[in-house]
Antibody
Framework: QLQLQESGPGLVKPSETLSLTCTVSGVSIISGNYFWGWVRQPPGKGLEWIGSIHYSGSTYYNPSLKSRVTISVDPAKNQFSLKLSSVTATDTAVYYC?????????????WGQGTLVTVSS | QSALTQPASVSGSPGQSITISCTGTSSDVGGYNYVSWYQQHPGKAPKLMIYEVSNRPSGVSNRFSGSKSGNTASLTISGLQAEDEADYYCSSYTSSNTYVFGTGTKVTVL
């Protein structure tokens, strides 16, 4: 059974870098033609696509976040990570990791439970 | 990229059918058959309900169906049930090789 689990600090100070990791179990991160990505949701608001990565290293980012986002993959640990630099209070959100390319190349069929990250001093 | 436009709320009585619209542009919804729909209950992760405009993943009720006309995609829920009360989001691939979500629709079962 495929499972994704986010982990990382729940509190980040303004201007610092938010770092999250998604641990994948049940499938190898380098198998198939999967894309591993991140979606966030500010409290009480809608979903926002952050970006995704293929194990080959190809990355795709939301243009509005591109200058601050880095997504990377660690096949040895079967994990992928998100780094968001220079955070402000508007980056406070629940961050979800997800998989795309299983059911459909363009649909996210597996999601982590989400982790709340608060940006505050 | 701008979020796709959805109605803020839609409601219906048990057993009725409702339709949620998702309007984009020719650079996203209208240009590709890569529209997905997600259901999200409070405090839970989104769940894939429809992919590639009108396909249902295994395990999703056939009461959920999707379609597209021009730059507008639609999700129809027939035989509305109490468990369908949730937020629904559309998503589309874009010409910039990125993805965009809709603004979200709260479905209320009266």
């Amino acid at each position: 059974q495929l499972q994704l689990q986010e982990s990382g600090p729940g509190l980040v100070k303004p201007s610092e870098t938010l770092s999250l990791t998604c641990t994948v179990s049940g499938v190898s991160i380098i198998s198939g033609n999967y894309f591993w990505g991140w979606v966030r949701q500010p409290p009480g608001k809608g979903l926002e696509w952050i970006g995704s990565i293929h194990y080959s290293g190809s990355t795709y980012y939301n243009p509005s976040l591109k200058s601050r986002v880095t997504i990377s993959v660690d096949p040895a640990k079967n994990q992928f990570s998100l780094k968001l630099s220079s955070v402000t209070a508007t980056d406070t959100a629940v961050y979800y990791c997800s998989r795309r390319g299983g059911t459909s190349i363009a649909a996210k069929d597996y999601w982590g439970q989400g982790t709340l990250v608060t940006v505050s001093s | 990229q701008s979020a796709l436009t959805q109605p803020a709320s839609v409601s219906g009585s048990p057993g009725q059918s409702i339709t949620i619209s998702c309007t984009g542009t020719s650079s996203d919804v209208g240009g590709y058959n890569y529209v997905s729909w997600y259901q999200q209950h409070p405090g839970k992760a989104p769940k894939l309900m429809i992919y590639e405009v009108s396909n249902r993943p295994s395990g999703v009720s056939n009461r959920f169906s999707g379609s597209k006309s021009g730059n507008t995609a639609s999700l129809t829920i027939s035989g509305l049930q109490a468990e369908d009360e949730a937020d629904y989001y559309c998503s589309s691939y874009t010409s910039s090789n990125t993805y965009v979500f809709g603004t979200g629709t709260k479905v209320t079962v009266l």
